[in-house]
């Protein structure tokens, strides 16, 4: 599987910014796909994540009622919407897929990652 992420940049206190990740390769075993992020000096944070089959979703509380993650599953792309940006959503985001992979062992979960984006909301 493979993660490509667009949509980032700077942006104003308020603001809004709509993320994008493009899913190719192996897509169809994805069991849920979400967006990180990881700001200087900090670990890496669960921002949203939504399944692959019901679509059900899962939010930070940071960020409840501001981000909407979203699908198109005709077009293998996931997207955040985030408005009413802070300064502290300020971070690189990542895209990840979480891949089932079902052996005669036992299953597993394969995680995927984008090469990340920056965001940058100034105040």
């Known amino acids: 599987v493979q993660l490509v992420e667009s949509g980032g940049g700077l942006v104003q206190a308020g603001g809004s910014l709509r993320l994008s990740c493009a899913a190719s390769?192996?897509?169809?075993?994805?069991?849920?796909m979400g967006w990180y992020r990881q700001a200087p000096g900090k670990q890496r944070e669960l921002v949203a994540t939504?399944?692959?089959?019901?679509?059900?979703?899962n939010y930070a509380d940071s960020v409840k009622g501001r981000f909407t993650i979203s699908r198109d599953t005709a077009k293998n792309t996931m997207y955040l919407q985030m408005n009413g940006l802070k300064p502290e959503d300020t971070a690189v985001y990542y895209c990840n897929a979480v891949r089932m992979r079902i052996t005669t062992d036992g299953t597993y979960e394969d995680n995927y990652w984008g090469q990340g984006t920056q965001v940058t909301v100034s105040s």
């Open positions: 939504i399944t692959s089959g019901e679509g059900s979703t």
């Open positions: 390769g192996n897509t169809y075993t994805i069991s849920s």
